[in-house]
T-cell receptor, first 115, second 115 residues
Framework: DAKTTQPPSMDCAEGRAANLPCNHS???????VYWYRQIHSQGPQYIIH???NNETNEMASLIITEDRKSSTLILPHATLRDTAVYYC????????????????FGSGTQLTVLP | DGGITQSPKYLFRKEGQNVTLSCEQN?????MYWYRQDPGQGLRLIYY???????QKGDIAEGYSVSREKKESFPLTVTSAQKNPTAFYLC??????????????FGPGTRLTVT
């Protein structure tokens, strides 16, 4: 799995967009980008994933550069409850049959939303 | 309300006692997982199960045991053989499939303290 690099911490004003970058310059063609977050003392929460097209869901948007070497998770209107550690993960997605897969998190980005 | 539940949230035990952590899901997911998280660290996989009555060891299975008698339930027993049982234990579930197994849904966690 490709290595990812994220800034250790970021601040964002409440109500503003939070843009969290992730560098994955060694990503290969069959690797997806996944984002999770973990609020202090809670279980991790899946946010979004994508391969090469930009993706949006009710929580966030994922922008992947054309060369796929980096991506940005966008929380369009950050709230205090979005304060958490955000993890970018790059993983190969195997064929249709699939199997249970282990998640491994790096150190992530501590996002602090300020009032 | 679909989700994954763990109980209790906090658990205290004396050294030498076995303890069982509960995990239940009503998401109809085939795969279930147990992870351990130590302070400031990432997740480490203890056990996982892809189907009822079958489970596989993860990276740190020693001192732990599991069962999967029902699709909805995947209890974890921390035995007295586990050298450092004090940790935050997280249960997760997912579908099986190309990308689905990396889209894991976590419970709130059980914080176990052994003295």
């Amino acid at each position: 799995d490709a290595k990812t690099t994220q800034p250790p911490s970021m601040d964002c004003a409440e109500g503003r967009a939070a843009n969290l970058p992730c560098n994955h310059s060694t990503i290969s063609g069959n690797e997806y980008v996944y984002w999770y977050r973990q609020i202090h003392s809670q279980g991790p929460q899946y946010i979004i994933h994508g391969l090469k097209n930009n993706e949006t869901n009710e929580m966030a948007s994922l922008i992947i550069t054309e060369d796929r070497k980096s991506s940005t998770l966008i929380l369009p209107h950050a709230t205090l409850r979005d304060t958490a550690v955000y993890y970018c993960i790059v993983r190969v997605v195997r064929g249709r049959s699939g199997s249970a897969r282990q998640l491994t998190f790096g150190s992530g980005t501590q996002l602090t939303v300020l009032p | 309300d679909g989700g994954i539940t763990q109980s209790p949230k906090y658990l205290f035990r004396k050294e030498g006692q076995n303890v069982t952590l509960s995990c239940e899901q009503n998401l109809n997911h085939d795969a279930m997982y147990w992870y351990r998280q130590d302070p400031g660290q990432g997740l480490r996989l203890i056990y996982y199960s892809q189907i009822v009555n079958d489970f596989q060891k993860g990276d740190i299975a020693e001192g732990y045991s599991v069962s999967r008698e029902k699709k909805e339930s995947f209890p974890l027993t921390v035995t007295s053989a586990q050298k450092n049982p004090t940790a935050f234990y997280l249960c997760a579930s997912s579908i099986l499939g190309a990308s689905g197994s990396l889209e894991q849904y976590f419970g709130p966690g059980t914080r176990l303290t052994v003295t």
